[in-house]
């Protein structure tokens, strides 16, 4: 056998192999390849693996019980009059860091409740809907005195914890009011912080980030530094987007996202720390008109321009929104599932821990 011969010996084996091996070959690396692309598409996104899944949380943040004010004491040596008793009236004392701020939003104690509104010595919340042509939508005033008045849950109280409808998981919450968050178990990435508990941290496009000091601001990925983000300890952190605002609380103009048409929309908008907004927008599903055709990204941001907010953010639209009051869905019904919601409590949680509420990841 010449050295050419030798060479190519195999060469021929092969092109004379036999087609039903040949085809069994192929099935083979076909069947190879898709349970590959299934284990790294599918499988190992569920349990958290490749997507940044903490397989501990970690804490972040915790809320600092806010002190109730003292009385400013009398300078040495001035006398001290005391007023005569029965005109003596005593302190008011107010709740959390924002209590004093907001004092004339807040009840001295006592909870005042109407249809569309709610005051105590903590929150003070309204709603209104707002019908216009082709449009509705509500938007809830939302002022607490302190931080862990607003808060985010998960369905069946856990995260990775299912999927309910929003008035199921206000109802669990105890929500005096309640809108659909941004759906971070219907994908493997995006932020997720709650309530102080770092639970996952890749990326997926725009965020919104709600710091410990009641500041909430929303950053784009490029903007978005994973450590400055832990060091800056958030009690909030959602991933869904895009942002509308820019950093003069002015309607962006180019967004983030590739679903523009009318929809309907859920989002969060910020004026100060203590006093946000949620806006929850009407649309439709297939057979049943809500008489609202929803609204583009660039209505959404003009409608948070218009209020006046400091910056606003876009959360999981289409069927997934919800708006709820008092436990009770006052919005059109999708009949759709959702993983968590962002609400107003009239309690503070009964520990800043979170951590024990983790679920399987």
């Excluded at 929003?166 to 995006?190: F, K, L, M, P, T």
């Excluded at 500041?215 to 942002?243: I, S």
Aim: glycine share 10%.
């Amino acid at each position: 056998m010449n050295e050419e011969t030798k060479r190519t010996s195999h060469l021929k084996k092969k092109k004379h192999m036999g087609v039903g091996r040949m085809i069994a070959l192929d099935i083979l690396a076909i069947g190879v390849g898709l349970l590959i692309f299934a284990l790294f598409h599918h499988v190992l996104p569920h349990y958290g693996i490749l997507n940044g899944e903490r397989s501990e949380p970690v804490v972040l943040a915790t809320l600092a019980p806010q002190p109730t004010p003292a009385p400013t004491p009398a300078p040495a040596g001035e006398p001290q009059e005391t007023p005569p008793e029965e005109t003596a009236e005593p302190a008011r004392v107010y709740s959390g860091r924002w209590g004093e701020k907001f004092a004339d939003k807040f009840t001295e104690g006592e909870v005042i409740q109407t249809e569309n509104s709610y005051r105590s010595g903590n929150i003070c919340v309204s709603y209104e809907r707002v019908e216009q042509e082709d449009v509705i939508y509500f938007i809830a005033d939302v002022y607490v005195s302190d931080l862990g008045y607003l808060r985010s849950g998960f369905a069946n109280g856990k995260y990775n914890g299912g999927f309910l409808m929003v008035d199921e998981i206000a109802q669990q919450e105890n929500a005096v009011a309640a809108i659909s968050g941004d759906h971070y178990a219907g994908r493997g990435e995006g932020v997720v912080v709650r309530d102080g508990v770092l639970y996952r941290e890749t990326r997926f496009g725009d965020v919104c980030v709600l710091l410990s000091d009641g500041t909430m601001v929303t950053l784009t990925n490029a903007e978005l530094d994973m450590d400055d983000l832990k060091a800056a300890a958030p009690y909030q952190v959602w991933a869904f987007g895009p942002e509308l605002l820019d950093d003069e609380g002015h309607a962006l103009e180019k967004f983030n996202t590739t679903v523009f048409p009318k929809n309907p929309r859920s989002a969060i908008g910020y004026y100060e720390p203590g006093h946000y907004v949620f806006v929850e927008v009407e649309g439709s599903r297939p057979g049943y008109w809500s008489g609202s055709r929803g609204m583009t990204m660039d209505e959404l941001a003009q409608l948070f321009e218009s209020l006046g907010c400091r910056s606003a953010y876009n959360l999981d639209g289409g069927q997934s929104v919800g708006f709820a009051w008092m436990g009770e869905r006052v919005s059109f019904n999708y009949n759709r599932s959702i993983p968590d919601i962002i609400y107003v409590a009239d309690f503070l949680p009964e520990t800043a821990d979170t951590a024990e509420q983790t679920g399987e990841g």
